[in-house]
């Protein structure tokens, strides 16, 4: 019974040890196969060193074949300048002496381009002597026009110079006269200027637009705002800051006060071509004239 017990042990103890060893074996097999695949993961990492080696001996053969090339073409281009440098050097002889040969060229015919030259100023100064013949002509006839005129001038000074106090009363002065007479005091404007005409249409001719910004102008005339014409100059005047107009529906005088210096009034007669006109600088005149003259403003009316 004691050896059968003991036996069994010993089996069993050696079974242990066998299973132990076959452990062992085990690891030592799966640590074999892992180093068989290192193995393998290094063989593939040579493979594509290897490959990369030779793809890098590719690309250095590919630049020095590159290189070579450019080396040529360098060359090449080297070669192009300095041909071209010697053309140059060739034509910088060819323009010399095609200066030289221009030199010899000008200086035989220069007396002829002279002798042209002469002949071009000489025409051109005979059309100008015909020129100044005709306007000189148009002057003479000009000239005779205006001396008749101041002869006319003359005789009617000389009928008057005995007259001191002018009766208005058949007197012609035209509306053109009179616009033409404000025109001219208008110009001189510095500071304010007072003007009463007939209608808005008469305000065209004062070139209101040419008298300068820093004049205020205070404006009395007929202004009819149903009519189209005198809507548009409404209009267009009150587009100018320096400008007041007011609606004055009498339209029987001209008024123009400038600066307070000077006053130009005229006043409708029963004709058309009949005024009363007045035109004067003296402080006094001005003053005793002012009711008068600020009349047309005093009883216009705001548009």
């Not at 892992?34 to 990369?52: A, G, H, R, V, Y």
């Not at 002509?137 to 005129?149: G, I, R």
């Not at 009498?250 to 058309?272: P, Q, T």
Request: charged fraction near 35%; glycine fraction near 2%.
């Amino acid at each position: 019974m004691v050896n059968d017990e003991s036996k069994d042990a010993l089996i069993n103890k050696l079974q242990a040890e066998n299973e132990k060893k076959d452990e062992t074996l085990r690891k030592v097999e799966e640590s074999i196969n892992k180093l068989n695949e290192k193995f393998q993961t290094q063989d593939s990492l040579i493979n594509s060193l290897k490959d990369s080696i030779k793809l890098k001996d590719d690309q250095i053969k590919t630049i020095r074949d590159s290189l070579e090339l450019k080396d040529q073409q360098i060359k090449n281009i080297e070669n192009s300048i300095k041909a071209k440098d010697e053309k140059i050097a060739t034509l910088g002889k060819t323009i010399k002496l095609k200066e030289e040969e221009l030199k010899a060229l000008a200086s035989s015919v220069t007396d002829e381009n002279l002798l042209k030259e002469k002949d071009e100023k000489i025409n051109k100064l005979q059309k100008e002597i015909e020129i100044l013949n005709d306007e000189l002509s148009k002057a003479d006839v000009d000239l005779e026009t205006l001396e008749l005129e101041n002869k006319k001038l003359r005789q009617t000074q000389s009928s008057l110079s005995g007259l001191k106090i002018i009766d208005f009363t058949k007197t012609e002065i035209t509306k053109s006269e009179i616009l033409k007479k404000m025109r001219e005091i208008l110009e001189k404007g510095l500071h304010n200027v007072m003007i009463v005409v007939p209608t808005i249409l008469d305000l065209q001719e004062l070139y209101l637009y040419e008298v300068k910004s820093s004049v205020s102008m205070r404006i009395s005339c007929l202004i009819n705002p149903g009519i189209d014409e005198h809507s548009e100059l409404l209009e267009e005047f009150t587009s100018l800051d320096n400008i007041t107009l007011r609606s004055y529906e009498r339209e029987d005088r001209y008024v123009l006060v400038r600066d307070g210096e000077e006053m130009f009034i005229a006043v409708k007669g029963n004709s058309e071509n009949n005024h009363l006109a007045i035109h004067t600088k003296d402080s006094k005149h001005i003053r005793l004239f002012n009711s008068l003259t600020m009349e047309g403003w005093l009883q216009s009316r705001g548009i």
